[in-house]
């Protein structure tokens, strides 16, 4: 089975930046496409960004396009997110998601992490 651990979460200024970190389990998951979603409280998960499973192609929101950068390293089994210029606003739960599929939806995904907490200060 697999699982997908989220790391790197936390409180930062608005501003300031952060990496997640997303790690996979099973070594069968560097060929799935992974993505990052989030969601704030009471609102529904939204898309963040995605990566192909070569990590020639990427795909961003537009809320964090020129901000947020979305990396892998297959050789690891990991996916990162590093998010620049943070705003109150990015404050959420943020989720890795993994599958073979290349989408925005959360439909998309059948595998997700627990997620990792971010709060932005103003």
């Known amino acids: 089975q697999v699982q997908l651990v989220e790391s790197g979460g936390g409180l930062v200024q608005a501003g300031g930046s952060l990496r997640l970190s997303c790690t996979a389990s099973?070594?069968?998951?560097?060929?799935?496409?992974k993505a990052w979603f989030r969601q704030a409280p009471g609102k529904e998960r939204e898309f963040v960004a995605t990566?192909?499973?070569?990590?020639?192609?990427?795909l961003y929101a537009d809320s964090v396009k020129g901000r947020f950068t979305v990396t892998r390293d297959n050789a690891k089994n990991t996916v990162y997110l590093q998010m620049n210029s943070l705003k109150p606003e990015d404050t959420a739960v943020y989720y890795c998601?993994?599958?073979?599929?290349?989408?925005?939806?959360?439909?998309?995904?059948?595998?997700w992490g627990q997620g990792t907490q971010v709060t932005v200060s103003s």
């Open positions: 099973a070594r069968t998951v560097s060929a799935y496409t």
């Open positions: 998601a993994a599958d073979l599929r290349f989408g925005v939806r959360t439909e998309a995904y059948n595998y």
């Open positions: 990566i192909s499973n070569t990590g020639e192609n990427t």
